[in-house]
């Protein structure tokens, strides 16, 4: 299957603690995606987001500053998971998070994209400010 690696930067009027805790919580993880989200905090540890849509394991976890993860959507071919990395740095008031998504099918790739900035990025925004 070919695949494509995504990369996106995105700016939040929060601290990189405020957003870590947005994506790794799962009560504000629902609050901001308006969709059940369970996430585990340990590595090795799983989560599910978007009422079980998206789901993984925890990778790599360091504190407020970047999370390493295994992801699919429901609708991949069996069996297959990405690579995605938030990346978080503060630069005066703002965070930056730096993502990336490795090894995304090209079939979806178009979808996904968009997917990040409507479902994830627009609403982690205005939750955030």
Known sequence: MKTKTL???IA???TPHEVYEALMDSKKHTDFTEAKAVISRDIGGKFTAFDGWASGENVE???DKKIVQTWRSADWPNNHFSTITFAL?????ETILDFTQTEKPMGFYNDIKQGWIDWYWDK??????
């Open 7 to 9: 990369h996106q930067t």
């Open 12 to 14: 939040f009027k929060a």
């Open 61 to 63: 976890l360091v504190k």
């Open 89 to 93: 740095k503060q630069k005066g008031v």
């Open 124 to 129: 982690l925004k205005v939750y955030l400010e």
